[in-house]
């Protein structure tokens, strides 16, 4: 592993080619979004398929993120499919119109009209066009045009401030959760979420599609409402994990307010041991540009001194003109913010940030259970040995992400034998997971963990790996085992079962 940090990147018009892919995921790619907002049911199976296709032929783990549209509210579309507003014009949003005009435009969600009152804010095409509602006459918004602009098919709608009734699952939600179970997307990531009750609701609908399949979809709470951030926690405890969805989260709240936001959600991850993505418009230059701007290349890399897992590529890779380029570009930042995270307490230009290791301590997760313990010794024992690896051994993949939680820069070697898991777990910060049989007791688990850390190159001259694990064996939630595992006189085990033996045994007489 280069880097803890993991790349999400959409694949789309730009990146669904057999080499594109490929290139792209030997660049760094760690989870692959369907972006359901575009496209055909059978656009995004094809993708999928190719996406595993690739994945199995560059022998790496690549996770499926399948994202809903959820209530995207859109005006309708234009006689000559756009308008040109000016600042004082009137312009009424009606739900009953057709085709749009200079003096009006259907809506795609007919009940806005009830969710609105005078002097209400609305911003279109992500805030470009600024109205302010007039007075709402049945199904028609009279607005004056505050801020003007060119207004064209389809943009998108947002009340500042949030407030709008529209459910997080719609139809076309529901219809596509179906098509994401059918090729068992790893992760379900909800739209527009603003309660708990949301997400409960998809992960019902995840567990019910995906039944047929022997499936249950880990699902992403995409924070992007107004309403959703008094209500964070416990959306948080209905999810598998969040992703900071900056775009919309910025129209509908004051820009100025985003990055206190996104340390604040990225902080409430952390304390939970759940996985968080920061997204939106991180290299958005490079959609067209082969370099980003000096700005975006800070932006990544704050969300890696804030700790966050994973970081995003949108229509960076999905209809931009550099998609490989822009993963590679992305991998290159967070290398180098990683490096200077690593190395903070040095001398010389790294002292500059040297404070920038305290967003990556570990937080004050404590559950008082068995793991929790072993975790926190972990991550205090690799302050103390120079270990090449931790390996965890999990079949929910719960002792895998509790490990992670603890941010220590000892790399993590997973070991499952759920192949769901294994892909699941490509999301975790500073995880590297492999799929391998479940080890029959400790001596086995010993010296399999042994030979995969050779096998997958983290074995170092000299130095340890540490085993975490649970008895019995197979048992979820059971992790009650911490073991050091010391390299022989000839080194670590190789990939010679004899050698791993005796190298276990060794471990095995040292520990006792």
């Known amino acids: 592993m280069q880097r803890a940090t993991k790349i999400v990147a959409t694949i789309g018009p730009a990146s669904s080619d057999r080499d594109t892919l490929t290139r792209m995921i030997k660049a760094g790619v760690n989870v692959v979004r369907l972006n359901f907002s575009h496209g055909k049911a059978q656009d995004h199976i094809d993708r999928a398929t190719l996406v ?80 302010v509602v007039e007075r709402v006459l049945g199904n028609e918004i009279h607005t004056v045009v505050k801020i003007g602009g060119e207004l064209s098919n389809n943009k998108g709608i947002n009340r500042q401030g949030g407030g709008l009734s529209a459910p997080a699952l719609t139809a076309k939600d529901m219809d596509d959760i179906r098509t994401a ?38 699902m992403i709470a995409k924070i992007e409402r107004a309403e959703a951030i008094p209500l964070l926690q416990e959306i948080l405890d209905a999810s598998d994990g969040l992703m900071v969805a900056r775009g919309d989260l910025g129209v509908e709240m004051p820009p100025e307010d985003v990055p ?89 230009r790294l002292q500059r940030v040297a404070s920038l290791t305290r967003p990556l301590a570990p937080v004050s ?14 991550h205090a024992m690799a ?13 929910s993949g719960s002792t895998t992400l509790r490990v992670a939680h603890e941010r220590s820069w000892t ?20 995880v590297h997971s492999i799929c391998s049989q479940q080890p029959q007791d400790v001596d086995d688990m010993i010296q399999r963990a042994a030979l995969v850390a050779a096998e997958q190159d983290f074995q170092q001259q000299g130095k340890p790996i540490l085993l975490v694990a649970g008895t019995p064996v197979g048992v979820t939630g059971s992790a009650n085992l911490l073991r050091i595992i010391w390299p022989d006189e000839a080194g670590m085990a190789t990939n010679a079962p004899t050698t791993a033996g005796a190298s276990s045994r060794s471990a095995i007489n040292t520990a006792r």
């Open 52 to 131: 595993r296709e690739v994945a199995d032929a560059c022998g790496v783990k690549v996770a499926i993120m399948a994202d809903l549209q959820g209530p995207k509210i859109r005006v309708g579309k234009f006689e000559n499919g756009k308008i040109n507003l000016e600042n004082g014009d009137k312009f009424i949003l009606d739900a009953d119109c057709t085709m749009g005009n200079q003096e009006r435009v259907g809506l795609d969600y007919k009940a806005l009209p009830r969710d609105l009152k005078g002097d209400d804010v609305l911003l279109l095409n992500d805030g470009l066009i600024v109205l």
């Open 181 to 218: 179970m059918s090729f068992q997307a790893d992760y379900v990531a909800v739209s527009f979420p603003k309660n708990a009750t949301d997400m409960e609701m998809a992960r019902q609908l995840g567990n019910v599609a995906g039944e047929p399949f022997g499936h249950k979809p880990l």
């Open 260 to 348: 206190g936001l996104q340390k604040s959600i990225v902080h409430a991850c952390r304390q939970a041991g759940k996985p968080v993505v920061v997204a939106t418009q991180m290299l958005e230059s490079m959609i067209s540009s082969p370099t980003p701007t000096r700005a975006e290349t800070s932006d990544v890399a704050t969300a890696v001194y804030d700790g966050a897992d994973a970081v995003m590529l949108s229509a960076e890779s999905a209809s931009g003109a550099y998609p490989v380029e822009a993963v590679q570009m992305m991998n290159r930042i967070i290398a180098a913010s990683e490096r200077d995270l690593q190395q903070g307490q040095g001398l010389g």
């Open 365 to 378: 997760h404590r559950s008082g259970d068995a793991t929790d313990a072993l975790c926190a010794a972990i």
């Open 383 to 395: 302050q103390v040995l120079p270990l090449a690896a931790t390996v965890a051994y999990t079949t």
């Open 411 to 430: 790399p993590v070697l997973s070991l499952t034998p759920d192949m769901q898991v294994a892909r699941m777990l490509t999301l975790a910060w500073g």
